[in-house]
């Protein structure tokens, strides 16, 4: 039978190993990997079932095909669910043997492509992270693109958004990208120090040149000179810095205070703010001439209530992160708890979303998953103020359910693109009856 079969795979153009036993076998496999394996049922020393059992020891992904002359359709079953890909019953055709080889064949290049897919999905998973941030969402898969676009290049960045959006966090992205990422990356608030001090934190000063300047002191510049310098809440710097500011950008010197010559420094420079400079300017708080050289590349980040598709992301990211530290053991979001954090209007934005993310990890105790009782009241008590009513401006309560539902429905196939299961886990709801209201309201994923 092992000539038999050798001779036939041979002329298949096969390439063949022989074993005249299960055990010979086992001691094949722990020495070469193979594509396919025929694997006699009766054999001596060790049967074709325990040899199935020993192989899968070996984490081989070589495709089994059991054959025997005693074959049974409860030998057949036991062997698939041993793990055997299919069963020859014995006499067999050399027509059959090539047929169950080439749909085994068939078979593994779908294993092949379907592992490939996946390794496209992670990789797509990890471009959907820039620095320490991570998204899903369009509008901010967007920013990270144009981040990683700008990063290499020494230009001047603007950044904008909401407090508590990331700007930082894209700013040290941005850094961590370029050629100065083994320099110094400064960041400071403009906002958090005082008017009269902020000249000699950003451009140092000399021994002397006032009082209590007992020693020389760099400042900031020179410190990231090199590296980078963010300069965060730029929208509060006071105009008389903005003009020592304009000339750090124009010339690439900085002068500290007592100095007699102005000092040449090599800082790329990025500005973060939450305020509307435009506005600043309109009412003289802000020099335009200093706006546009920091404008020269604007990347503006979304508040989180316009990329709701990023809140169950985020909030597994923090519950890991969180969880790990506090050595809990909360892993996932109940539902109810979701459809709590999707219904937010985030006030604050990333930063409050992790701060309650933190909280419910901590008041979840010993629980696995959070509960719309671990969020903070301001999350469970909400209601909306407008009543709900139906499209044709009636107070009809079926018409305005059947509003409600289609557009509860519509959200949360948007924010899991698509993905029927997980919308209906968030829906709270059957999977058919997702079905079945999708078929009604004639929906499909926007």
């Known amino acids: ?100 080889l080439r749909k085994a064949e068939e078979r593994e290049a779908l294993r092949r492509d379907n592992r490939k897919l996946r390794h496209r999905l992670a990789s797509l998973e990890e471009n959907h992270t820039f620095g320490r941030m991570i998204a899903r969402s369009a509008s901010m898969l967007e920013v990270f693109d144009l981040s990683v676009k700008v990063a290499p290049h020494p230009t001047t960045v603007l950044i904008t958004g909401e407090s508590g959006t990331g700007k930082e966090l894209i700013a040290r992205g941005i850094h961590q990208m370029s050629s100065r990422s083994a320099g110094e990356f400064v960041a400071i608030n403009c906002g958090g120090i005082p008017a009269s001090l902020i000249e000699s934190e950003l451009f140092g000063y000399t021994k002397g040149s006032f009082t209590g300047a007992d020693s020389h002191h760099q400042g900031l510049f020179a410190t990231a000179h090199g590296g980078t310098i963010l300069l965060d809440e730029i929208g509060e710097l006071p105009v008389p810095s903005q003009v020592k500011l304009l000339r750090v950008l124009q010339e690439g010197e900085i002068q500290p205070i007592g100095a007699t010559h102005p000092r040449k420094i090599d800082v790329r420079v990025l500005a973060a703010t939450s305020r509307n400079l435009e506005e600043r300017i309109d009412s003289g708080r802000f020099r335009q001439d200093l706006y546009y050289r920091l404008n020269v590349v604007h990347i503006h980040l979304p508040p989180l209530r316009e990329r709701t598709e990023d809140i169950p992301l985020l909030s597994d990211l923090f519950i890991k992160r969180y969880a790990t530290r506090g050595d809990s053991e909360v892993s996932r979001i109940a539902p109810a708890t979701m459809a709590l954090l999707l219904n937010h209007s985030w006030p604050g934005n990333v930063r409050e979303l992790e701060n309650v993310i933190e909280r419910a990890v901590i008041l979840a105790d010993n629980d696995d998953i959070l509960l719309p009782s671990h969020l903070p009241d301001s999350l469970r008590c909400r209601v909306d103020t407008a009543p709900s009513i139906a499209p044709d401006g009636s107070l009809s309560i079926k018409n305005a359910q059947k509003s409600m539902e289609s557009s509860l429905i519509k959200r949360a196939l948007q924010i899991t693109e698509g993905n029927k299961t997980k919308a209906a886990e968030l829906l709270e709801i059957s999977y058919p009856s997702l079905l079945s209201k999708i078929k009604e309201y004639r929906l499909t994923k926007k």
């Open 1 to 100: 039978m092992l000539h038999m079969l050798s001779s036939i795979l041979q002329r298949l153009h096969y390439e063949t190993t022989c074993a005249a036993n299960g055990l010979e076998g086992v001691n094949a496999l722990k020495g070469q990997s193979f594509d396919f394996i025929l694997c006699d049922i009766r054999m001596p020393k060790m049967d074709g079932m325990q040899f199935l059992r020993q192989a899968r020891q070996f984490n081989t992904e070589a495709t089994v095909i059991m054959m025997s002359a005693y074959g049974t359709t409860d030998t057949a079953l036991a062997a698939m669910r041993a793990g055997a890909y299919d069963y020859i019953s014995k006499p067999f055709k050399t027509d059959e043997i090539e047929l169950t």
